[in-house]
């Protein structure tokens, strides 16, 4: 750093999603001066299925988030798996590295929840606050900070633009990451996509109200059921318990050229999966509560490297999305616990090379924890893409208890990584042979 300059905080945070958020919080926690910036204002939604399995339950945990089911939260027991005219309810594992149960809250009010939690730590929140780039050191090109445009209340321009310096920024800005891209962190293009598209609906006095369990239909028809193409993908109805159920639906693709080439409708896929749904469930137009939104789901760490010249990749960001399930918040909670714990341990250091191989520290973690599943996930993403192959999926194996068990623990990512049953063993084994992502 040129003499005469001050940083204005250890770490810079643009994004305050879950990972933005949770980066934020375990670097204050650890005594570290944080600036967490973001764009809009809250309360602000994004577009979710708001479901929260056991890993992300955990990760909440450990931040030490209040998750008391009359503070706005909702437990559920398992799944429930739709199929070929047939349902299954799967329990969640009983595992000693997650609890059995997980949760569901809206992301407007998760997303606040967690920011203010990050707040309470340390963190100091700037909203309404755009991020428009990368500071570079002049001499060694490293990031050394952002600059910043403020916005007034109709997310226009107000104001000159802003610097703000700090030797790490860690970019949670999610699945465009114009921070990441601006330093020449492009997506990668052999990494699968997906596209979600939901919306809400009012459940009270209806079978939806509270369901103890998330629901996933696995028949996604792209035309009438049996005549056309089954697509590789998943309808959801998530009860919220404030009254309303997150319903969507989402499908993938291995490449985002297949996905560009496909060619499909999604909210007229979702409009015809809705209206093929039983009346009592009430998801008519009176009960609607918003548009339909939609929005992409970066999955397999599909833009990397995660850590490079003082900037580290989180979350969406870094496409850190699961190609089984389309489930990033876990993923975007453990990354920033990984992230800080590495900002936290380099600061300790006393030279420029030893704090560098130690934030890079991150980047090994996270491929080592997730690299090989998301590998998998690759594979499965392939198999499923042919429709043959997701019909004799969908008819032949879902019914045989066996499947289902590795169907529930590979698609919740809810396994023993050592120890457990047979199941468990059999998938942590596959995750350490397979190269990882």
Not at 22 to 49: I, M, Q
Not at 163 to 188: E, H, I, K
Not at 269 to 296: C, I, K, Y
Not at 298 to 322: E, H, I, K, Q
Request: charged share 25%; proline share 5%.
């Amino acid at each position: 750093m040129h003499a005469g300059r001050r940083d204005d905080a250890d770490v810079i945070v643009v994004g305050a999603g879950p990972a933005g958020s949770a980066t934020a919080h375990w670097c204050a926690s650890a005594g570290l001066d944080v600036l967490l910036l973001e764009k809009a204002s809250f309360p602000r939604d994004k577009v979710c299925g708001d479901g929260l399995t056991p890993r992300a339950v955990a990760e909440l945990a450990r931040m030490g988030v209040d998750t008391r089911e009359d503070d706005g939260w909702i437990r559920n027991e398992g799944l429930r798996v739709v199929a070929g005219g047939r349902s299954w309810e799967l329990a969640w594992p009983d595992l000693a590295s997650y609890p059995s149960y997980g949760m569901a809250r809206s992301r407007a009010t998760l997303d606040h929840l967690l920011a203010q939690h990050a707040q309470a730590s340390g963190a100091k929140l700037l909203e309404r606050t755009k991020v428009t780039g990368p500071l570079l050191d002049e001499r060694s090109g490293r990031v050394a900070g952002v600059t910043a445009q403020l916005l007034d209340g109709r997310g226009r321009a107000d104001g000159e633009t802003r610097t703000y310096r700090a030797p790490v920024v860690v970019a949670a800005d999610g699945v465009s990451s114009r921070f990441a891209t601006a330093l020449g962190l492009t997506r990668r293009d052999d990494r699968p996509i997906g596209t979600a598209v939901r919306t809400y609906y009012r459940t009270a006095g209806t079978p939806r109200h509270e369901d103890a369990f998330m629901e996933s239909h696995l028949e996604l028809w792209d035309g009438a059921p049996g005549a056309s193409t089954l697509l590789p993908g998943y309808g959801w109805i998530f009860a919220l318990g404030d009254g309303t159920a997150n319903v969507g639906l989402g499908s993938v693709s291995s490449t985002p050229a297949r996905q560009s080439a496909s060619g499909h409708d999604y909210r007229a896929l979702m409009d015809a999966w809705v209206r093929s749904t039983p009346a009592e469930w009430g998801f008519t137009p009176e009960n609607q509560v918003g548009p339909v939104r939609g929005a992409a789901l970066p999955m397999g760490f599909n833009r990397t490297p995660l850590y490079r010249d003082g900037a580290v990749l989180v979350g969406d960001a870094a496409g850190m999305v699961s190609p089984f399930n389309g489930e990033g918040i876990a993923y975007a909670l453990q990354a920033g616990r990984v992230a800080a714990d590495a900002i936290t341990q380099a600061r300790t250091r006393t030279t420029d090379d030893a704090r560098e191989r130690t934030l890079a520290t991150y980047a090994d973690r996270m491929r080592a924890d997730l690299g090989g599943y998301y590998t998998l996930g690759r594979w499965f993403v392939r198999l499923i893409e042919h429709p043959a192959v997701m019909r004799a999926c969908v008819r032949h194996g879902l019914p045989r208890p066996v499947v289902m068990r590795f169907v529930l623990k590979l698609l919740s990512d809810c396994y023993e990584p050592r120890g457990g049953d047979w199941v468990d063993r059999v998938i942590a084994g596959l995750t350490r042979v397979v190269p990882a992502a």
